[in-house]
């Protein structure tokens, strides 16, 4: 299983970005896929993730109302719309594949991030 996140860039708080993440191998529509994200000096930390069917999906609470996640199963690509953006949102943003029945927290495979850097 690969993943490959894009859609990163420099932005002005306030503003928006929509990052994708196409997954080849496996069957994409038998698992969820999610993001964490890394801020510099700090933990990596769940932002969001939705179902193999899209049914359910769940954010971090500094994400909640500003953040939406969509998966095209015809395309094998999930992406996270972000909204209203804020400098605290800078960080490296990894999508990842968790397995079913597996906790949204608890994925086996990462891609390798795309850098989103918000300016104030």
């Known amino acids: 299983v690969q993943l490959q996140a894009s859609g990163g860039g420099l932005v002005q708080a306030g503003d928006s970005l929509r990052l994708s993440c196409t997954v080849s191998g496996g069957t994409f529509s038998s698992y969820s896929v999610g993001w964490f994200r890394q801020a510099p000096g700090k933990e990596r930390e769940f932002v969001s993730a939705?179902?193999?069917?899209?049914?359910?999906?769940d954010f971090a609470d500094s994400v909640k109302g500003r953040f939406t996640i969509s998966r095209d199963n015809a395309k094998n690509t999930v992406y996270l719309q972000m909204n209203n953006l804020k400098p605290e949102d800078t960080a490296v943003y990894y999508c990842?594949?968790?397995?079913?029945?597996?906790?949204?927290?608890?994925?086996?495979?990462w891609g390798q991030g795309t850098l989103v850097t918000v300016s104030s």
């Open positions: 990842n594949r968790v397995p079913n029945g597996v906790p949204f927290t608890q994925p086996d495979y």
């Open positions: 939705i179902s193999r069917s899209g049914g359910s999906t």
